[in-house]
């Protein structure tokens, strides 16, 4: 960990990345507080984080070809820019009336965020060494998770205090404050020569490969299964807020499980990887989807605030181990010519199969209740965690991606 922090690229990525999260944890509880303040229904939620994922969703489709274009350093110096200018304009924002103007900034935001992920992912792999990115990803996602823990807090206790209001002003603080640390981005050595060939072509290229591609295919299908069962988050602040009646600052706190989970995967899954194997990890892989719906289910069925936080952890280190996995075995196993391709339709799929559950869990919820949504997302979990296990029960292989790149030469 040390020496990934040593590397001049990858630590101003990843303090760029440590402020970012700072502000949108702020932001986030403050967009909850807004849209129940503006409407209050279990279907607002739902709609506020489709307007989120949509666009977002829309946006990867093309963003990865583009990209390839594009001096990806300039592109998340100036991302951020208009980030910060966009969740600043939230603070204005006091009447139901303009509740069409927050789902605006909603779309606007999170198609620039399309441009940024894949951007990130193609300057750690062009930077990184193939032997460092698993202990890069589990700092990223760990580092993530642990200001889940701190900044939920902070915000939730603000909230208390003061507006909610305030916390977009802070977040628009936040992007300024990475984006400078950005323009001190050195120019990436290795990036590839432009090619010659048409948008069209390129985003077709794109998915031909992934279709040829039956471990990738894979892996995306079944970070989009993990996605749809991340959707019961979405059931949460209905549960919450309007089931169960508790404050808004009651909903943050229950973010520090959350965090402290993912804290926890980052942990689990930067040691013990390499020792799994290939086939464990894909047995590992199998039962988070089970435990995801088994804690969900746990959650929307526990009297005390303290069981509800108890199984939230659980999920929450299922579901953030499974995608350090996920995300590392994609790094692995892309080509480097179609790697932003890759990462921004892997965008599309899973945050399209999140918008798809939000849909359904927020408008089950309000029509049926929490419980009995959260029991048929414990179905799916274990019916998906079983298929997953059954489709690889025929991996023998024992050896890490990471033998496998120095024995065939195909990592990146």
Not at 223 to 231: D, P, Y
């Amino acid at each position: 960990m040390t020496a990934l922090l040593r590397h001049p690229v990858f630590r101003r990525l990843y303090t760029a990345h440590v402020i970012h999260i700072i502000g949108n944890e702020f932001t986030f509880i403050a967009v909850v507080g807004l849209l129940h303040d503006l409407s209050g229904s279990g279907l607002s939620f739902a709609a506020g984080t489709v307007f989120r994922l949509m666009p977002y969703v829309i946006t990867s489709v093309f963003s990865g070809a583009l990209l390839e274009h594009w001096d990806k350093r300039r592109v998340m110096i100036v991302v951020n820019l208009l980030r910060g200018i966009l969740v600043s304009l939230f603070f204005w924002i006091t009447s139901p009336a303009y509740l069409w103007a927050a789902y605006v900034l909603l779309i606007l935001v999170n198609i620039c965020s399309a441009f940024f992920q894949p951007a990130m992912q193609v300057a750690i792999v062009r930077t990184v060494k193939a032997d460092d990115r698993l202990a890069a990803n589990s700092l990223l996602q760990g580092t993530t998770s642990f200001l889940i823990i701190v900044c939920q807090g902070i915000a939730a206790m603000l909230v208390y205090l003061f507006s909610y209001r305030f916390n977009f002003l802070l977040d628009a603080a936040c992007y300024a404050v990475s984006l400078l640390i950005l323009l001190r981005l050195p120019a990436f050595a290795d990036e590839p020569e432009r090619t010659g060939s048409g948008f069209v072509q390129r985003l077709r290229e794109g998915f031909r490969y992934i279709g040829r591609q039956r471990e990738i295919a894979g892996v995306l299908l079944y970070q989009m299964a993990e996605r749809f069962l991340g959707a019961y988050y979405v059931m949460l602040m209905y549960f919450v807020l309007q089931e169960r009646g508790e404050g808004l600052f009651v909903f943050g706190l229950l973010d520090i499980p959350l965090g402290l989970g993912g804290v926890c995967a980052g942990l689990v899954a930067g040691r013990l990887a390499d020792r799994m194997g290939t086939k464990g990890i894909n047995m590992a892989l199998g039962w988070a989807l089970a435990a995801m719906g088994v804690s969900i289910y746990a959650i929307f069925h526990s009297g005390p605030i303290a069981a509800l936080a108890a199984a939230s952890l659980f999920c929450a280190f299922a579901s953030f181990g499974s995608s350090i996995l996920a995300v590392t075995r994609l790094q692995q196993l892309a080509d480097p010519d179609y790697l932003a391709r890759v990462f921004s339709i892997r965008e599309m799929v899973t945050m399209g199969s999140y918008s798809v559950g939000c849909l359904i869990v927020g408008y089950g919820a309000q029509q049926a209740g929490s419980a009995a949504v959260s029991s048929g997302l414990a179905v799916f979990g274990a019916a998906a965690g079983l298929i997953w296990l059954l489709g690889s029960r025929g991996q023998t292989d024992s050896r890490t991606g990471r033998q496998l790149e120095k024995e065939t030469g195909a990592g990146i």
